[in-house]
């Protein structure tokens, strides 16, 4: 087993998990929502793209083309839907995207059947950059991982230096006393769940180029962001993607120890940080 290819196939597959876990983390920190659909919803980002490119359009283009359509599609699913779950009782909004991860799955198999699938990349997926003789990175997984970063550091600023960040702040941290000051929670919610799915439709797309996809991949997807958020520590984007190369890495050390090891190691992982650290390591602080 050579440790430096481990080490940069663990951190890349960390960068794919941080990107399904960051909308995740998103929805939760503001709203401390829990959408157990979430996995569904990358799924269901990766076959609009793949349906995009079936009605003829360039890979990349549709994968511009599903970002807004996710935008629209996480305001309209908060405002009409989510907005009614909210409340001290955590219970309603598991149940409602308990429900909507069986509409998806079931939406998709009438659809798109049970074949798995991938997006087309136009070769994108096959290209890899030498680092050494014996060491070689998809340029693909590395875009992922790119990303990943990017879009964690585009997070931290925007709660941290706009006007728009501060609301998202200001109703995570006592919704009540944020609506006497002006805010509209409900409009914060839903722009809040709209940039959430951009992350998804981004995320799933990416997993659609860098694999297949099936309708019924959505509870694995869901496992990955979950273990990754609950590990960096709930509602921290750092420490969401600390987690998720965490698990990526030992996943990738199992893989190299037995090839049926890999997921379960990633598990027992999780286990280990959820005993000995169980509010994560980089939990949200508030002030």
């Known amino acids: 087993m050579n440790p430096m290819e481990t080490l940069v196939q663990g951190l890349l597959l960390g960068g794919l998990y941080g990107l399904f876990a960051l909308g ?19 799924i269901l980002g990766a076959f609009s793209s793949l349906a995009l490119v079936a009605l003829g359009l360039a890979p990349w283009v549709a994968l511009l083309a599903t970002l807004p359509l ?18 001290k009782d955590p219970l309603p909004s598991l149940v ?40 070689s990175v998809g340029v693909l997984p ?30 995570s941290d006592d919704r009540e006393i944020a609506e006497l000051m002006g805010l509209k929670s409900r409009q914060v919610y839903a722009l809040a769940t709209a940039l959430a799915f951009v992350l998804v439709g981004l995320a799933g797309t990416l997993q659609g180029m860098r694999t297949t996809v099936a309708p019924a991949d959505g509870p694995m997807l869901l496992l990955f962001a979950f273990e990754a958020v609950i590990m ?31 997921i379960w190691a990633g598990h027992l992982m999780f286990l280990t940080v959820l005993v000995l650290r169980p509010q994560g390591l980089f939990p949200k602080t508030r002030g």
């Open 70 to 87: 996710a935008w629209v599609a996480g305001y309209a699913m908060q405002r009409v839907v989510l907005n009614g779950t909210l409340g």
């Open 142 to 171: 590395l875009t992922i991982l790119a990303l990943a970063v990017a879009a964690t550091a585009g997070l931290q600023w925007l709660f941290n230096h706009t006007a728009l960040g501060r609301s998202f702040r200001a109703v």
């Open 96 to 135: 409602v995207t308990f429900g909507l991860s069986i509409v998806i799955q079931n939406l998709l198999l009438e659809l798109f059947s049970a074949d798995p699938r991938s997006i087309d990349s136009g070769g994108f997926d096959q290209l890899s950059w030498a680092v050494t003789d014996s060491l």
């Open 232 to 262: 960096g520590g709930m509602g921290s984007f750092w420490g969401t993607l600390a987690g998720a190369m965490l698990l990526g890495l030992t996943q990738q050390v199992g893989f190299r120890l037995d090839p049926g090891w890999g």
């Open 24 to 42: 995740q983390s998103l929805m939760f920190g503001v709203m401390r929502l829990t959408n157990t659909a979430h996995g569904d919803f990358l």
